[in-house]
């Protein structure tokens, strides 16, 4: 009874929450994972939408953020109100992939944009109104195999969720893999509501791989990690930009010590050359994120949701030319303003749209880390 009756409490708080009021306004549907497994993602993302301005475009925003609890059903709960009772011109969320994937399909459905803040992988076509802000999982999968090889590993084994985010994860790190001649040994999966993970890193490091790879997000990446190096594990271990956040270094301790995390850039701004196109932007995102929510508090997660007005400030003026916020005609001159951009600098990169990529970043969106004692470091 307890659990139920936060839910509703905390829509009905989040859902006040509004930058301004105006007659043309541009009203936002936001998201996200508030309570529930993934929760240490959720509200990262949330903070740094709090950074937003108070316009986009010139126009006043109004924000409309509901948990959906980390779950597919509630998301798809949130996203039908947003579009049957307040029209909303944006969707953005979820940071739960599951959660993202359940609402892709309510915006696809209500013919409204939809910016994910997880990198959710659908089929082909399923995608006409899904916008990633996130790296794409093979774009991330592929610095973590160049990193094998040149490591000289040529077997690993996985450990990941059993849910859509482990699968893609999986299904693109297998296939890359392959091509790279590295041979898989072992996988297993585990639940994110799971407490123990212990016959599964047992089975992993049984098969004795050069490297394992955890596919988990968040809190969730310290357990296994802990279970495979208690087990006396000696190889390399690998985590997903799922993991890039201080979590696992906090709730993994002395055991993660030498993991290496696929990031995006505002996990450490600092290392981009001076050349890079999203040095300075992250770096003043970072600074303003932490004198806000306290040093070392920057992720790749808060930048995602930053990010995602960052895209509308870039369309949003390119939309209001043809058509006036909260109808059908300005949701779809705002995809074509999306799919028609020629690079979006955000934090994490820079993002180049089409109407066939709504993934848009490329290599320069990702760096690789190392933990050192307790903090991050680029890795060798």
């Given at each position: 009874?307890?659990?139920?009756?936060i839910?509703?409490?905390v829509?009905?708080?989040?859902?006040?929450?509004?930058?301004?009021a105006?007659?043309?306004?541009i009203?936002?549907?936001v998201?996200?994972?508030?309570?529930?497994?993934?929760?240490?993602?959720?509200?990262?993302?949330?903070?740094?939408?709090?950074l937003?301005?108070?316009?986009?475009?010139?126009?006043?925003v109004?924000?409309?953020?509901?948990?959906?609890?980390?779950?597919?059903?509630?998301?798809v709960?949130n996203?039908?109100?947003f579009?049957?009772?307040?029209?909303?011109?944006?969707?953005?969320?979820?940071?739960?992939?599951?959660?993202?994937i359940?609402?892709?399909?309510?915006?696809?459905?209500g013919?409204?944009?939809?910016?994910?803040?997880?990198p959710?992988?659908?089929p082909?076509?399923?995608d006409?109104?899904?916008?990633?802000?996130?790296q794409?999982?093979?774009l991330?999968?592929s610095?973590?195999?160049?990193?094998?090889?040149?490591s000289?590993?040529?077997?690993y084994a996985?450990?990941?969720?059993?849910?859509?985010?482990?699968?893609?994860?999986?299904?693109?790190?297998?296939?890359?893999?392959?091509k790279?001649?590295?041979?898989?040994?072992?996988t297993?999966?585990?639940?994110?509501?799971?407490?123990?993970?212990?016959?599964?890193?047992l089975?992993?490091?049984?098969?004795?791989?050069?490297?394992?790879?955890?596919?988990?997000?968040?809190?969730?990446?310290?357990?296994?990690?802990?279970?495979?190096?208690?087990r006396?594990?000696k190889?390399?271990?690998?985590?997903?930009?799922?993991?890039a956040?201080?979590?696992?270094?906090?709730?993994?301790?002395?055991?993660?010590?030498?993991?290496?995390v696929?990031a995006?850039?505002?996990?450490?701004p600092?290392?981009?050359?001076?050349?890079?196109?999203?040095?300075?932007?992250?770096?003043?995102?970072?600074?303003?994120?932490?004198?806000?929510?306290g040093?070392?508090?920057?992720?790749?997660?808060?930048?995602h949701?930053?990010?995602?007005?960052?895209l509308?400030?870039?369309?949003?003026?390119?939309?209001?030319?043809?058509?006036?916020?909260?109808?059908?005609?300005f949701?779809?001159?705002?995809?074509?303003?999306l799919e028609?951009?020629?690079?979006?600098?955000?934090?994490?990169?820079?993002?180049?749209?089409?109407?066939?990529?709504?993934?848009?970043?490329?290599?320069?969106?990702?760096?690789?880390?190392?933990?050192?004692?307790?903090?991050w470091?680029?890795?060798?």
């Open positions: 009874m307890k659990k139920k009756s839910r509703p409490l829509a009905a708080v989040l859902s006040t929450l509004a930058f301004g105006a007659q043309a306004e009203t936002i549907g998201s996200l994972p508030l309570t529930g497994p993934a929760s240490g993602l959720g509200i990262p993302t949330r903070n740094g939408i709090s937003w301005p108070d316009t986009i475009g010139g126009e006043k109004r924000l409309i953020i509901l948990d959906d609890a980390s779950d597919a059903t509630q998301s709960k996203g039908r109100r579009i049957t009772e307040d029209k909303v011109d944006v969707i953005v969320g979820s940071t739960a992939t599951p959660a993202s359940a609402l892709s399909v309510v915006a696809a459905e013919q409204t944009v939809q910016i994910s803040t997880s959710v992988d659908l082909e076509g399923k006409a109104w899904t916008f990633r802000v996130a794409s999982t093979p991330m999968a610095a973590l195999i160049e990193h094998m090889k040149k000289g590993i040529k077997s996985y450990l990941g969720y059993s849910d859509a985010y482990g699968e893609t994860w999986l299904k693109s790190f297998d296939a890359l893999a392959a790279a001649g590295l041979a898989s040994l072992a297993e999966r585990f639940a994110r509501s799971d407490t123990s993970v212990t016959a599964q890193a089975k992993v490091t049984m098969a004795q791989p050069d490297a394992i790879l955890i596919g988990a997000s968040g809190s969730g990446s310290a357990m296994p990690h802990k279970a495979i190096v208690e006396g594990y190889g390399k271990i690998y985590q997903t930009h799922g993991a956040s201080r979590d696992l270094i906090r709730l993994g301790g002395k055991e993660v010590d030498g993991a290496i696929v995006g850039l505002a996990v450490m600092e290392s981009l050359p001076a050349a890079h196109p999203s040095k300075k932007l992250a770096t003043e995102f970072v600074e303003r994120y932490e004198q806000q929510f040093a070392g508090t920057r992720n790749q997660f808060s930048a949701g930053y990010d995602a007005q960052l509308l400030q870039a369309a949003v003026p390119v939309a209001l030319k043809k058509a006036k916020p909260g109808t059908p005609e949701r779809a001159a705002l995809k074509e303003a028609n951009s020629k690079g979006v600098t955000i934090t994490q990169g820079v993002i180049r749209y089409s109407a066939k990529d709504h993934w848009g970043l490329e290599d320069n969106a990702r760096v690789l880390l190392t933990i050192d004692k307790g903090d470091k680029l890795a060798n």
